[in-house]
């Protein structure tokens, strides 16, 4: 971090999932910002990312979380889903940041320079800190549409193709909270 450049991470959760949508998180910690359980989301436990939201939410300079619906998805790809997910993130920042650092290899310009950082949510805070929003906000949604789409396993399995999943839709069919875009191929060509 340049002194005095308020920067702030973007990442993303749920890429690969079969169904529910992505959430993008962009966070700006304040630079003293340290907490031991900090890291790669996809590296701590689920009991750690959820002791550490509500610290992220309540020491960052400022955060936001947004999510990008299947239907969106379906609609524009993925990887545009993400990044358009984490430019909405950003222009949903109450302070507006200088810089941004974006997880992984691919972005597009919004109006702020930045540059990307492969696994940069396992260099930077901001990005690690973005990637624990993400998650958990993802986490908690898909436990919400588990309620509402019972039998899919959603609370456990967050909409990635586990064979519980694959299993489910055999039986139960596409719910509307299914991404029709990507799909294994163990699905074709009966389901979509």
């Known amino acids: 971090m340049q002194e ?3 920067e702030a ?11 529910g949508p992505v959430y993008a998180a962009a966070v700006i ?18 009991k750690a990312r959820e002791t550490l939201r509500p610290v992220i939410e309540s020491e960052a300079v400022a955060w936001a979380v947004v999510a990008v619906e299947a239907e969106e998805i379906d609609r524009i790809n993925i990887l545009n889903a993400s990044i358009t997910g984490m430019q909405r993130a950003v222009a ?13 290899n691919r972005f597009k310009p919004c109006g702020i320079p930045y540059s990307t950082v ?3 949510d396992a260099t930077y805070a901001s990005i690690a800190a973005a990637s624990v929003l993400a998650k958990t906000w993802r986490d908690a949604r898909m436990a919400e549409l588990d309620a509402l789409y019972p039998g899919y396993g959603w609370e456990r399995n967050a ?3 586990t064979p519980e ?3 489910a839709i055999r039986r139960l ?6 991404r029709r875009s990507f799909h294994p191929k163990e699905l074709e060509p009966t389901l979509f």
């Open 92 to 104: 949903a920042l109450k302070v507006k940041p200088d810089f941004l650092l974006i997880d992984g």
């Open 173 to 178: 069919g596409l719910s509307p909270e299914h």
């Open 9 to 19: 991470g973007c990442d993303e959760a749920g890429r690969g999932p079969l169904a």
């Open 165 to 167: 999943h694959i299993a």
């Open 159 to 161: 909409g990635y193709p």
């Open 29 to 46: 910690l304040p630079p003293d910002f340290h907490h031991p359980l900090l890291n790669d989301s996809k590296q701590m436990s689920r």
């Open 118 to 120: 492969v696994h940069g």
């Open 4 to 6: 005095g450049r308020l």
